[in-house]
Nanobody, 114 residues
Framework: VQLQASGGGLVQAGGSLRLSCVAS????????MDWYRQPPGKQRELVAG???????TYADSVKGRFTISRDSAKSTVYLQMDSLNSEDSAVYYC?????????WGQGTLVTVSS
């Protein structure tokens, strides 16, 4: 499975970005589809996740501001990020779980300027 993340960039505080993750397989194959992030000098953390059969989960720090969604026809998972603040600055990774294996994309950098 290959995952291609895009959509990162530099944005001012209060702004929005939408990240995309295109998968090389149908996303219906995946049990979980997640976005993680790793701020500078910190550990990677789960930001938002989708379960294959439905349902989503969010880190407390992004609830009400971020939305994870998918487009099965495009084999793409999105992360809409609104009301960004400096603490959201990080490398964002998409990740999927299939048949007991977790796969990772290459990461896309999000920088929020205050």
């Amino acid at each position: 499975v290959q995952l291609q993340a895009s959509g990162g960039g530099l944005v001012q505080a209060g702004g929005s970005l939408r990240l995309s993750c295109v998968a090389s397989k149908s996303i219906s194959s995946f049990r979980f589809m997640d976005w993680y992030r790793q701020p500078p000098g910190k550990q990677r953390e789960l930001v938002a996740g989708l379960v294959g059969g439905g349902g989503s989960t969010y880190a407390d720090s992004v609830k009400g501001r971020f939305t994870i969604s998918r487009d099965s026809a495009k084999s793409t998972v999105y992360l809409q990020m609104d009301s960004l603040n400096s603490e959201d600055s990080a490398v964002y990774y998409c990740s999927v779980w299939m048949n007991g294996i977790r796969y990772w994309g290459q990461g896309t950098l999000v920088t929020v300027s205050s």
